[in-house]
Structure formats: structure tokens, C-alpha cells
């Protein structure tokens, strides 16, 4: 079965009981037994619901893996999967990564006696001198949030393996629509399924996908034993979405190359963080390891102050002034203030991400629009 169907079909099937095409909402909380231990694979909603388990088959499909499990929000995924660590171990983690997943390994974790290094993966150089006997995973971002810089997967797990450690890609950006981390030698992959998968900005959700049988039964454990769940409602609201996330992701892809372009060319724009751009330093890596360049965009003013980017992103009339991405909908940002604001000034300016640097996830919107809304919002500097 080739890709574009995948996305229609993966995981799903007709309703045995009534035929019904889209996969029945199973609101239950329990589910009755003929007789003590004869449940017919489900027992507690908390364990399995099939609405639920219908979700998890169908993005490990798309990622090309055999185990899913689905959560309550991407950072109730991260947490299952940093939870397979004990105490003394250590994560090797993007130093441009989102905020969220930067708080949860520093103000959480770090409680819990695990410590966290972060650093430019895209120098296997630096990853390397971090690894000692106390490394126990390598957590990826690429394309990295905000910055979009791209890591070398293939690489970086082929380290990861030399040292038995456990290699988390994060996808959310790119999507299994332009990129598998699996075949590149992921042993996790995570989504932040709120976004693309998603897609319509109306739903909270996480997943984890692998395809070790041993990872799978830890991972399964965690999520029975903590119960960070999504309910059947949000797991129906992303099996929608996945039967539209290419022609989505296309869209929003051709979009960001006009933008891009826009952006490049435009007198009061300094700086265009965008790997589709061919004078992009991680445009190479993005052609051999992607099939697409994405629909997120960074990029920076010629006045670079807080207060400019403010002003800009306050001043637009089509995008929308908020948090999350790849809805739709166009949303634009400040992440120095807004989605990356638990990362101390200092380390956010030495990785990169300046305080006025604007994020953009580019919507399906017609282009022409997108493109005249940004210029009349960065005109408005000059009033």
C-alpha cells in the first residue's frame, strides 16, 4: 500500500457490529466480561479502548513501526519515555529543542536525579564528548523548534548503538509524511499528534511509536500504570486528521517555499531560518533525509529588538497570535516570550534563538494573503 492511501486506511477497518465506515467513539469507561478474566482484549478504558488502540496502529502504520500508544499530550508521552530512565542516568538532548521538552528534563527530571546535557546536534562532535558511562539516551529534535536546524538521524543513532543507548526522534515538525525516523534507526519515535496529525487545532494528543517487543512491553507498562491517556473523543479527532495530513502537509509545504522566498528578498528581514532555501547550511541533509521541506518558518528582523518582533506579531490580520502549530490555519509567534519561554535567556541566545525572532507555521490558506498580511505587519514598524 502505497503512502497516500496509508493515510485513509492505516489502522482502520469497517465496524464488525455495524458497518460503519469511520471508527466508532467507544465512550465507555469499562467494558463487560463474560466471566472473571474473559474480556475480549479490553477491560478498563484505561488500558485499551478500541477507539484508542484503532489511533495507535494507524500512526505506528505510517511511521512504519509495529507498536503505538497514544496519551493525553505530547509531554504525557515524553514523560512515559523518560520514565524507562532511573536515577543517575543521563539524556543527551538538541540545545535547540522546544521549551516544553527543556522543562520537563530540567525541572522535573533533574528532581528525580537525571541530568541532561544540551547541545548542537548537528556536530556529532559535541554529542560524542558528552557520552559517558551514565548516558543512557540520545533525545532528537529535527527540525529542531524554532531554528530549524536539521539533525543527521542516520548518524547520530548509528552512535546511539555503538553505545547502547535508547535514540528518541521527536517528528512532530516534519510528520511521518516527509519523514520516518524508523528506517533511519530511531528506537522511539514522538508526536506531538496536537499538530499535524492533528491538524485541525481542536484536539490535545500525544503518541509514541517503536518496534522493539521488549521497548514496546516497558512503554505499555508506563502507560497503563500512570494513566496518562487521550480519551476516544480526541483519538477519533486525530484519526480524522490523519486521512488529510498529506494533502494538509503538501499544501502548507508549498506555501512556506513562497514565504520563504518573500521573507529572503524582504529589505527589514535579517535573517530566514528555512531548510527548503537552497543557501540553508542544512538544506543538503534536508533533501536526503526528508521528501519535504515543512511547513515552519523562523526568521528575524533587521531591527532585532523584543519590541519590534512584538509589534509585528501583534500586527497581523490573517495570522493568528498563538501558541501550538500545524493546524490549517496560520499561526505566527514569538518564542523568546511565548512557546520557549522557560529557557534561560542566555542558553536560548547562545543556540541561536534571538529575542526577536518570529516562528511561523504556515497554513492552507491562500498564499497571495499570507504573504501580503506579513508585509503590511512588518510595514507597520515603519509607523
Not at 502505497?2 to 469507561?29: E, L
Not at 501583534?314 to 490555519?329: D, F, P, Q, R, Y
Request: aromatic share 6%.
Amino acid at each position: 500500500m502505497r503512502k497516500n492511501t496509508k493515510y485513509i486506511h492505516a489502522g482502520v477497518h469497517p465496524d464488525p457490529s455495524t458497518g460503519a465506515i469511520m471508527t466508532p467513539i467507544f465512550q465507555t469507561s469499562t467494558f463487560v466480561q463474560a466471566s472473571p478474566g474473559d474480556h475480549q482484549g479490553y477491560e478498563y478504558a484505561r488500558t485499551g479502548n478500541p477507539t484508542r488502540n484503532a489511533l495507535e496502529n494507524a500512526i505506528a502504520e505510517l511511521e512504519g513501526a509495529k507498536y503505538g500508544l497514544c496519551f493525553g499530550s505530547g509531554l504525557a508521552a515524553m514523560d512515559t519515555a523518560l520514565k524507562m530512565l532511573k536515577s543517575g542516568d543521563e539524556v543527551i538532548a538538541s540545545d535547540d529543542l522546544y521549551g516544553g521538552s527543556y522543562r520537563i528534563l530540567t525541572k522535573v527530571f533533574s528532581h528525580y536525579g537525571i541530568k541532561s546535557h544540551f547541545v548542537d546536534m548537528s556536530d556529532m562532535s559535541k554529542v560524542k564528548e558528552k557520552i559517558n558511562s551514565s548516558t543512557a539516551m540520545l533525545w532528537i529534535e529535527t527540525p529542531t523548534n524554532p531554528l530549524l536546524k536539521l539533525v543527521d538521524i542516520q548518524a547520530i543513532t548509528d552512535i546511539g548503538k555503538e553505545h547502547k543507548l535508547i535514540n528518541v526522534v521527536d517528528n512532530t515538525f516534519a510528520s511521518p509524511h516527509l519523514q520516518t525516523p524508523m528506517a533511519l534507526g530511531a528506537d522511539i519515535v514522538l508526536h506531538s499528534a496536537t499538530k499535524y496529525l492533528g491538524g485541525h487545532s481542536d484536539v490535545v494528543l500525544g503518541a509514541l511509536v517503536c518496534d522493539d517487543a521488549d521497548l514496546a512491553e516497558k512503554l505499555y507498562f508506563l502507560q497503563n500504570s500512570c494513566g496518562a491517556v487521550c480519551g476516544p473523543m480526541d483519538s477519533f479527532l486525530v484519526l480524522r486528521g490523519l486521512k488529510t495530513l498529506h494533502v494538509r502537509i503538501d499544501r502548507a509545504c508549498e506555501n512556506a517555499m513562497k514565504i520563504a522566498h518573500f521573507l529572503k528578498d524582504h529589505k527589514d528581514v535579517s535573517r530566514v531560518l528555512y531548510p527548503g532555501l537552497e543557501d540553508n547550511p542544512y538544506h543538503a541533509l534536508a533533501v536526503e533525509q526528508m521528501t519535504g521541506f515543512g511547513g515552519m518558518i523562523s526568521f528575524d528582523l533587521a531591527d532585532e529588538s523584543m519590541e519590534s518582533a512584538h509589534k509585528v506579531v501583534s500586527n497581523t490580520k490573517i495570522w493568528a497570535l498563538a501558541e501550538s502549530l500545524g493546524g490549517v490555519e496560520s499561526l505566527i509567534g514569538h518564542p523568546a516570550s511565548m512557546t520557549h519561554g522557560a529557557i534561560p535567556r542566555e542558553e536560548r541566545m547562545a543556540a541561536g534563538l534571538m529575542d526577536g525572532t518570529i516562528r511561523l507555521s504556515v497554513g492552507i490558506e491562500d498564499v497571495e494573503d499570507l504573504i501580503h498580511d506579513l508585509d503590511m505587519a512588518i510595514l507597520s514598524l515603519k509607523k
